[in-house]
């Protein structure tokens, strides 16, 4: 079985800031981990994903994630926070022999001007 | 490219009713799947289609069943709707059925109160 566990519901950083989400999860199986944001009133969309090969890996508007086996983490970060990157941000996972994601219960990133 | 698309973008239904959902996957995909996303949690897997058949089923009751038609896109149905059953109800695409490392592109949602 997997899931997810997402530290923090809201984060605060300031614009230029260190952006830090927290994603830790659980699998039986060796698991393909996914980072989606979502806008309001939005559907989902795709960050970045780890699948095999290089454990840092970097995604669209400057993100990057890295897996860490022995931690069963696969945080989010992006050096210098944006005001458009405020958003709810949601990590998953999956098994490799199925499309069933699971979904964390999201954190919600502000900010700060 | 359309991508992703879900009618209606909103719905208001009373307990007992029934509802439809439709989805439309992006250009090229062939499987669909259903999530259930409640206020202020993650999404959960509902069911997924592939070739017509349900394929993979989450933990809900059998009041919620789907159907894929020929053409790729999808319906969810839902019956005897409860107050728990409000909720953002989103639609994925991806193509085939060879693991999440196929990416999943995900529709605006469906919002459906239920009074």
């Known amino acids: 079985a997997q899931s997810v566990t997402q530290l923090g519901s809201h984060v605060s950083v300031s614009e230029g800031a260190l952006v830090l989400l927290r994603c830790n999860y659980s699998?039986?199986?060796?698991?393909?981990l996914f980072w989606y944001v979502q806008y309001p009133n939005q559907g989902l969309q795709l960050l970045l994903k780890y699948t095999t090969g290089a454990t840092l890996v970097k995604g669209i508007n400057g993100f990057e994630a890295e897996f860490k086996k022995s931690e069963t983490s696969f945080h989010l970060t992006k050096p210098s926070a944006h005001m458009s990157d405020a958003a709810e941000y949601f990590c998953?996972?999956?098994?490799?022999?199925?499309?069933?994601?699971?979904f964390g219960t999201g954190t919600s990133l502000t900010v700060i001007p | 490219d359309a991508g992703v698309t879900q009618s209606p973008t909103h719905l208001i239904k009373t307990r007992g009713q029934q509802v439809t959902l439709r989805c439309s996957p992006k250009?090229?995909?062939?499987?669909v799947s259903w999530y259930q996303q409640a206020l202020g949690q993650g999404p959960q897997f509902i069911f997924q289609y592939y070739e017509e058949e349900e394929r993979q089923r989450g933990n809900f009751p059998d009041r919620f069943s789907g159907h894929q038609f020929p053409n790729y896109s999808s319906e969810l149905n839902v019956n005897a709707l409860l107050l728990g059953d409000s909720a953002l109800y989103l639609c994925a695409s991806s193509f085939g059925l060879g693991g999440s490392y196929n990416e999943q592109f995900f529709g605006p949602g469906t919002r459906l109160t239920v009074l």
């Open positions: 998953a996972v999956s098994g490799q022999l199925g499309n069933q994601f699971y």
């Open positions: 250009s090229g995909h062939d499987t």
């Open positions: 699998s039986s199986v060796p698991p393909y």
